[in-house]
């Protein structure tokens, strides 16, 4: 079975500082890996995905992952944070060529202090 | 244009009450989802239809009994309603794999 941990559940950063979330997925087959940001009140909002080719895939509002294979893993960076970042953050995976099940890590709760 | 709908935003009740929620999407995505989030935001999945076919019945009571209509429509029945069903319910949809869902905007259910 597949399972996502997100080991950060909190992480509170100034205004301008860099982002790194950590995400680990176990699961022995080929994965699609995906990060969703949650705003205060709001619905799940895709911010990347990666699906194949170059592991490091850029998404919406500046974000970033990159798929280490080896280490089975898909942190989520950002250079700068902005206020307006403040937000949950989901990390996901889906077996490839299974049931179109998405596993959801449990969220990192970013706060971006202005 | 609203890709995936819920209904309705919030719903407050009794015990013991039976409850629906109503989901469409008009995105032509072959599959829809329902998610509870707790709490925690931990997001669980808990059914999955591909073209009107259950595909993905999770370990969740049978007091929740999803409907589909037709591929764009998915709703969720809940009889006999315990304060633990209080959650978020999110509803999904996609279409291949590899993009990933397409959420709606949730129904936050609170049972008193």
């Known amino acids: 079975a597949q399972s996502v941990s997100q080991h950060n559940h909190h992480v509170i950063l100034s205004e301008a500082a860099s982002l790194e979330l950590g995400c680990n997925y176990s699961y022995g087959g080929t994965v699609n890996l995906f990060w969703y940001v949650q705003y205060p009140g709001q619905h799940l909002q895709l911010l990347l995905k990666y699906f194949s080719g170059d592991p490091l895939v850029k998404g919406i509002k500046g974000f970033e992952a990159e798929f280490i294979k080896s280490k089975f893993s898909f942190n989520l960076r950002k250079p700068s944070v902005q206020w307006s970042d403040t937000a949950e953050y989901f990390c996901a995976v889906n077996a490839r060529g299974a049931t179109n099940k998405l596993i959801f890590g449990t969220g990192t709760l970013l706060a971006v202090q202005p | 244009d609203t890709a995936v709908s819920q209904t309705p935003k919030y719903l407050v009740t009794q015990m013991g009450n039976d409850k629906s929620i109503k989901c469409e999407q008009n995105?032509?995505?072959?599959?829809m989802y329902w998610y509870k989030q707790d709490s925690k935001k931990f997001l669980k999945i808990m059914f999955s239809?591909?073209?009107?076919?259950?595909?993905i019945n999770e370990t969740v009571p049978n007091r929740f009994s999803p409907k589909s209509p037709d591929k764009a429509h998915l709703n969720l029945h809940i009889n006999s309603l315990e304060l633990g069903d209080s959650a978020v319910y999110f509803c999904a949809s996609s279409l291949q794999e590899s993009d990933g869902y397409t959420f709606g905007s949730g129904t936050r259910l609170t049972v008193v």
């Open positions: 995105l032509g995505h072959d599959t």
């Open positions: 239809y591909n073209n009107k076919e259950l595909i």
